[in-house]
């Protein structure tokens, strides 16, 4: 009696911990703006920003009810939107009127789009954080780097590991930059961390052959992806400067990979696991929590969507972008 009493007792307190009975669900609203439509990033308010259309496309920033409004470009036919900051300022880039050359801009209400220039040829924005500082990479003449831009000083070069490539995707409040290089004894990226005081560092991911950082936040927890050597495929990681690395896994099934693009303050991170079929990649959008292995997220929509595209990012509220037949905001229930 005594011995079936426990077993009752463990199983109530496995169901009591069951990730399924504990699951967040999520409501979704369809962002507008026409078709070949992609969502890029999202500010703790819930606006996000991306793109649609093909030639022209247009830069877009979408209202929390999935509104969406044309940011315009620098005289050609192709713009990207790809982060905003709580202040409501989006960077990306867009075609020069040249039609040849593409520029980072940085984009505010009050003065529209800025073109934030290039150290030579072209150059992308990727990120930006509360105090307007931009990175991206700016490439052409023979050389591809990761650059910061700032207001004050303007556009600058971060250099590399050692080889030819850098680029920069990501920036936090306190001006720490993440991305990948390549170092000079290979072709292969590996993540690294940049700040002011010690310049560009390779972020320690233990041994792999090759890795990638996305995004950063405020506390530097970093995630990415690195060839896990186990199984040679990338697997997405949270990093943290107090537990190192936490390999947040892949969707089930051999050879199936998976690539971490965003992280808020809380440390929960989104992005996408491809699991291999018949030859062929599906993607999946996923998310972590705390360092969890990544689960699907499509099955914790109400009513479930498909999103083999990929979850770009993820805010203080836990609300999401994602991709799939379309581009969605994702908002915990």
């Known amino acids: 009696m005594k011995s079936l009493h426990v077993r009752v007792v463990l199983l109530l307190l496995a169901l009591l911990i069951s990730p399924n009975l504990s699951a967040q669900h999520y409501t979704a609203i369809r962002l507008n703006g026409g ?88 150059s992308l924005a990727y990120a930006i954080n509360g105090n307007a500082e931009v990175v991206g990479e700016f490439y052409g003449n023979n050389i591809d ?40 004894d290979g072709t ?16 320690d991911l233990g041994q792999t052959a090759g890795s990638q950082a996305w995004a950063i936040n405020d506390s530097d927890q970093i995630v990415g992806a690195f060839i896990n050597p186990q199984d040679n495929q990338y697997h997405a990681f949270l990093w943290s400067p107090t537990t190192g690395k936490q390999d947040l896994g892949t969707l089930p099934g051999v050879g199936s990979f998976s690539y971490a693009h965003a992280v808020n303050n809380s440390g929960d991170v989104v ?51 994602a991709n799939g037949s379309g581009a969605w905001l994702l908002t915990p229930q």
């Open 188 to 203: 292969i990226g590996h993540a690294f961390v940049w700040t002011a005081q010690d310049g560009m560092k390779e972020l």
């Open 35 to 122: 078709h070949q439509i992609a969502v890029n990033g999202i500010n703790d308010s819930g606006m996000s920003v991306g793109g649609a259309g093909i030639s022209p496309r247009y830069a877009l920033l979408w209202s929390t009810t999935g509104t969406s409004h044309d940011l315009g470009n620098l005289g050609g036919h192709f713009a990207e939107a790809f982060a905003i900051n709580n202040l409501g300022q989006v960077v990306g880039y867009s075609l020069l009127a040249d039609k040849s050359t593409y520029h980072a801009f940085l984009w505010k209400s009050d003065t529209g789009m800025q073109d934030l220039g290039s150290l030579g040829g072209n």
């Open 271 to 321: 992005g996408i696991s491809y699991v291999i079929k018949l030859g062929v990649a599906k993607g999946f959008s996923v998310i972590s929590r705390h360092g969890g292995t990544v689960q699907k997220l499509g099955p914790l929509v109400v009513p479930k969507i498909g999103l083999p595209r990929g979850a770009t990012g993820i805010n203080a509220s836990g609300q999401i972008v």
């Open 145 to 184: 780097h990761a650059f910061l831009w700032t207001q004050a000083g303007g556009m600058q070069d971060l250099g590399t590991l050692g080889g030819s490539f850098s680029r920069a995707t990501g920036i936090n409040t306190a001006g720490h930059v993440v991305g990948t290089s390549t170092r000079s």
